[in-house]
Protein backbone atom coordinates (compact mmCIF):
# COMPACT_ATOMS: atom_id res chain seq x y z
CA UNK A 1 0.00 0.00 0.00
CA UNK A 2 1.14 2.95 -1.05
CA UNK A 3 0.80 6.04 1.27
CA UNK A 4 1.72 10.03 0.37
CA UNK A 5 3.10 12.55 2.60
CA UNK A 6 0.54 15.05 3.85
CA UNK A 7 0.62 18.23 3.08
CA UNK A 8 -2.25 20.50 3.98
CA UNK A 9 -2.82 23.40 6.70
CA UNK A 10 -4.69 22.24 9.49
CA UNK A 11 -5.95 25.76 10.76
CA UNK A 12 -9.53 25.91 11.76
CA UNK A 13 -10.17 22.14 11.86
CA UNK A 14 -10.32 20.08 14.90
CA UNK A 15 -7.29 17.73 15.56
CA UNK A 16 -6.44 14.76 17.94
CA UNK A 17 -2.97 13.67 19.20
CA UNK A 18 -3.66 9.86 20.11
CA UNK A 19 -0.23 10.31 22.13
CA UNK A 20 0.61 9.58 25.76
CA UNK A 21 1.93 12.56 28.09
CA UNK A 22 5.31 11.14 27.29
CA UNK A 23 5.28 10.94 23.90
CA UNK A 24 3.16 14.23 22.50
CA UNK A 25 3.61 16.63 20.53
CA UNK A 26 1.87 19.77 18.50
CA UNK A 27 2.16 19.45 14.84
CA UNK A 28 2.72 22.81 14.20
CA UNK A 29 4.24 22.24 10.60
CA UNK A 30 0.76 22.20 9.57
CA UNK A 31 -0.53 24.70 11.73
CA UNK A 32 0.04 27.21 9.45
CA UNK A 33 -0.13 30.76 12.50
CA UNK A 34 0.66 32.72 13.69
CA UNK A 35 -1.75 32.50 16.28
CA UNK A 36 -3.52 36.03 17.87
CA UNK A 37 -3.37 33.49 21.03
CA UNK A 38 -2.79 30.46 21.73
CA UNK A 39 -4.39 28.47 24.98
CA UNK A 40 -3.71 25.06 26.35
CA UNK A 41 -6.01 23.45 29.04
CA UNK A 42 -4.02 20.77 31.86
CA UNK A 43 -4.92 19.23 34.71
CA UNK A 44 -5.19 20.63 38.35
CA UNK A 45 -1.99 19.52 38.75
CA UNK A 46 0.99 21.87 38.65
CA UNK A 47 3.71 19.70 37.99
CA UNK A 48 4.45 21.04 34.69
CA UNK A 49 3.88 18.82 31.56
CA UNK A 50 5.84 18.69 28.43
CA UNK A 51 3.10 20.30 26.27
CA UNK A 52 3.61 23.19 29.01
CA UNK A 53 7.00 23.29 29.05
CA UNK A 54 7.78 23.00 24.92
CA UNK A 55 5.47 25.74 23.79
CA UNK A 56 4.50 29.13 24.11
CA UNK A 57 1.38 29.51 25.65
CA UNK A 58 -0.80 32.91 25.67
CA UNK A 59 -2.50 31.43 28.93
CA UNK A 60 -2.35 28.25 30.68
CA UNK A 61 -5.89 26.82 32.04
CA UNK A 62 -6.85 24.59 34.87
CA UNK A 63 -10.32 24.43 34.53
CA UNK A 64 -12.01 22.62 37.78
CA UNK A 65 -15.46 23.98 38.25
CA UNK A 66 -18.29 24.83 35.66
CA UNK A 67 -17.62 29.07 36.61
CA UNK A 68 -14.19 28.66 35.31
CA UNK A 69 -15.68 26.72 31.74
CA UNK A 70 -17.31 29.82 32.00
CA UNK A 71 -14.73 31.89 32.00
CA UNK A 72 -12.40 30.54 29.63
CA UNK A 73 -15.17 30.92 27.47
CA UNK A 74 -16.02 34.56 28.20
CA UNK A 75 -11.92 35.04 27.61
CA UNK A 76 -12.11 33.24 23.89
CA UNK A 77 -15.15 35.53 23.09
CA UNK A 78 -13.46 38.98 24.00
CA UNK A 79 -10.16 37.52 21.93
CA UNK A 80 -11.29 36.98 17.93
CA UNK A 81 -8.61 36.39 14.98
CA UNK A 82 -7.15 33.36 14.86
CA UNK A 83 -6.85 31.04 18.44
CA UNK A 84 -5.19 27.58 19.21
CA UNK A 85 -7.16 25.63 22.02
CA UNK A 86 -5.29 22.37 22.84
CA UNK A 87 -6.54 19.97 25.24
CA UNK A 88 -3.64 18.39 27.27
CA UNK A 89 -3.43 14.51 28.23
CA UNK A 90 -4.34 15.28 31.29
CA UNK A 91 -7.01 18.46 30.92
CA UNK A 92 -10.62 17.56 32.02
CA UNK A 93 -13.24 17.00 30.13
CA UNK A 94 -15.11 19.95 29.34
CA UNK A 95 -18.41 20.48 29.68
CA UNK A 96 -20.98 20.18 27.45
CA UNK A 97 -21.94 23.95 27.98
CA UNK A 98 -18.56 24.83 26.68
CA UNK A 99 -18.56 22.09 23.52
CA UNK A 100 -21.68 23.80 22.48
CA UNK A 101 -20.31 27.49 23.00
CA UNK A 102 -16.75 26.08 20.85
CA UNK A 103 -19.15 25.04 18.06
CA UNK A 104 -21.30 28.57 18.35
CA UNK A 105 -17.67 30.44 18.08
CA UNK A 106 -16.59 28.55 14.83
CA UNK A 107 -20.25 29.35 13.24
CA UNK A 108 -19.62 32.76 13.79
CA UNK A 109 -16.94 32.88 11.79
CA UNK A 110 -15.53 35.63 13.79
CA UNK A 111 -12.76 33.72 15.09
CA UNK A 112 -10.80 31.10 13.17
CA UNK A 113 -10.32 28.47 15.84
CA UNK A 114 -8.09 25.87 15.70
CA UNK A 115 -8.99 22.84 18.29
CA UNK A 116 -6.35 20.38 19.37
CA UNK A 117 -7.29 16.96 21.66
CA UNK A 118 -4.26 14.99 23.41
CA UNK A 119 -4.07 11.67 24.84
CA UNK A 120 -4.65 8.02 24.31
CA UNK A 121 -8.12 6.94 24.94
CA UNK A 122 -9.32 10.50 24.76
CA UNK A 123 -13.07 10.88 24.03
CA UNK A 124 -13.01 14.42 22.11
CA UNK A 125 -16.70 15.50 21.54
CA UNK A 126 -16.21 16.31 17.78
CA UNK A 127 -15.51 14.26 14.87
CA UNK A 128 -11.49 15.49 14.18
CA UNK A 129 -10.52 16.07 10.45
CA UNK A 130 -7.31 14.79 11.24
CA UNK A 131 -5.64 11.69 13.56
CA UNK A 132 -2.02 11.95 14.12
CA UNK A 133 -0.37 9.10 15.52
CA UNK A 134 3.71 8.18 17.32
CA UNK A 135 5.54 5.96 16.19
CA UNK A 136 3.80 3.03 17.28
CA UNK A 137 6.39 0.12 17.80
CA UNK A 138 4.59 -1.75 20.46
CA UNK A 139 1.29 -4.37 19.10
CA UNK A 140 -0.24 -3.33 22.18
CA UNK A 141 -0.28 0.18 20.55
CA UNK A 142 -0.98 -0.94 16.90
CA UNK A 143 -4.18 -3.00 17.82
CA UNK A 144 -5.43 0.57 20.14
CA UNK A 145 -4.62 2.72 17.25
CA UNK A 146 -6.37 0.43 14.72
CA UNK A 147 -9.45 0.06 16.98
CA UNK A 148 -9.44 3.93 17.03
CA UNK A 149 -9.67 3.97 13.36
CA UNK A 150 -12.22 1.72 13.05
CA UNK A 151 -14.75 3.53 14.86
CA UNK A 152 -14.09 6.27 12.82
CA UNK A 153 -18.24 7.46 11.69
CA UNK A 154 -18.98 8.76 8.54
CA UNK A 155 -19.52 12.16 7.28
CA UNK A 156 -21.95 13.68 5.24
CA UNK A 157 -19.77 13.30 2.37
CA UNK A 158 -18.41 9.86 2.74
CA UNK A 159 -19.08 7.06 5.14
CA UNK A 160 -16.75 5.41 7.42
CA UNK A 161 -13.07 4.17 7.50
CA UNK A 162 -12.99 0.97 5.50
CA UNK A 163 -10.01 -1.10 7.67
CA UNK A 164 -7.13 -2.47 5.82
CA UNK A 165 -6.39 -6.56 7.20
CA UNK A 166 -4.36 -6.20 10.43
CA UNK A 167 -1.59 -7.70 9.17
CA UNK A 168 -1.30 -4.97 6.62
CA UNK A 169 -1.85 -2.45 9.42
CA UNK A 170 1.26 -4.02 10.89
CA UNK A 171 3.15 -4.15 7.88
CA UNK A 172 2.44 -0.62 6.96
CA UNK A 173 3.70 0.60 10.11
CA UNK A 174 6.98 -1.32 10.17
CA UNK A 175 7.76 0.65 7.04
CA UNK A 176 6.63 3.99 8.12
CA UNK A 177 8.65 3.63 11.32
CA UNK A 178 12.03 2.19 9.34
CA UNK A 179 11.68 5.70 7.70
CA UNK A 180 10.81 7.79 10.91
CA UNK A 181 7.48 8.66 9.93
CA UNK A 182 4.55 8.19 11.93
CA UNK A 183 0.81 7.94 10.48
CA UNK A 184 -2.14 10.62 10.22
CA UNK A 185 -5.50 9.99 9.22
CA UNK A 186 -7.70 12.80 7.36
CA UNK A 187 -10.30 13.38 4.70
CA UNK A 188 -9.52 17.07 4.64
CA UNK A 189 -9.50 17.36 1.24
CA UNK A 190 -10.02 13.76 0.63
CA UNK A 191 -13.74 12.02 -0.55
CA UNK A 192 -13.09 9.17 2.23
CA UNK A 193 -11.04 8.99 5.37
CA UNK A 194 -7.00 8.42 4.06
CA UNK A 195 -3.95 7.69 5.75
CA UNK A 196 -1.24 9.58 5.34
CA UNK A 197 2.55 9.32 6.63
CA UNK A 198 3.83 12.27 8.62
CA UNK A 199 7.56 13.06 9.74
CA UNK A 200 7.31 13.90 13.90
CA UNK A 201 10.94 15.52 13.60
CA UNK A 202 9.87 18.21 10.92
CA UNK A 203 6.90 19.46 13.10
CA UNK A 204 9.58 20.02 16.27
CA UNK A 205 11.95 21.50 14.31
CA UNK A 206 11.97 25.53 15.28
CA UNK A 207 9.19 24.66 17.71
CA UNK A 208 11.56 25.25 21.06
CA UNK A 209 12.80 28.97 21.89
CA UNK A 210 15.36 30.15 23.72
CA UNK A 211 14.40 31.24 27.55
CA UNK A 212 14.81 35.10 26.48
CA UNK A 213 12.68 34.56 23.45
CA UNK A 214 10.06 32.75 25.56
CA UNK A 215 10.26 35.71 28.39
CA UNK A 216 9.56 38.29 25.69
CA UNK A 217 6.55 36.86 24.31
CA UNK A 218 5.26 36.21 28.11
CA UNK A 219 5.09 39.72 28.82
CA UNK A 220 3.87 40.35 24.87
CA UNK A 221 1.13 38.19 25.61
CA UNK A 222 0.39 38.80 29.35
CA UNK A 223 0.05 42.53 28.22
CA UNK A 224 -2.42 41.50 25.68
CA UNK A 225 -4.56 39.47 28.43
CA UNK A 226 -4.61 42.16 31.03
CA UNK A 227 -6.28 44.49 28.01
CA UNK A 228 -8.97 41.74 27.24
CA UNK A 229 -9.56 41.30 31.42
CA UNK A 230 -10.27 45.11 31.51
CA UNK A 231 -12.84 44.91 28.43
CA UNK A 232 -14.49 41.71 29.86
CA UNK A 233 -14.81 43.14 33.42
Not at 93 to 113: C, D, K
Not at 133 to 151: D, I, N, S, V, W
Not at 176 to 184: F, K, N, P, R, V
Amino acid sequence: MDLEGFGTSLLGRVLFIAASASDVWLPSEFLSGPFTYTLLITGPNPRLRRLEADYLWSAVLRPTTAKEWSCIATLIRAMGGSLLLVFDVEAPPASEAFVSFLESVVAEGRTTLTRVWCGVGTRIPAIPDAIFFPLLRTMEHRQEAYELLKRLPGRAEHGPWTPLPFEDWTSLLDATIASGYGLLMSDVGEVRWTLFWHRIEDSLEGGHEDRFQKGLSWIQTGTRLLELERKTS
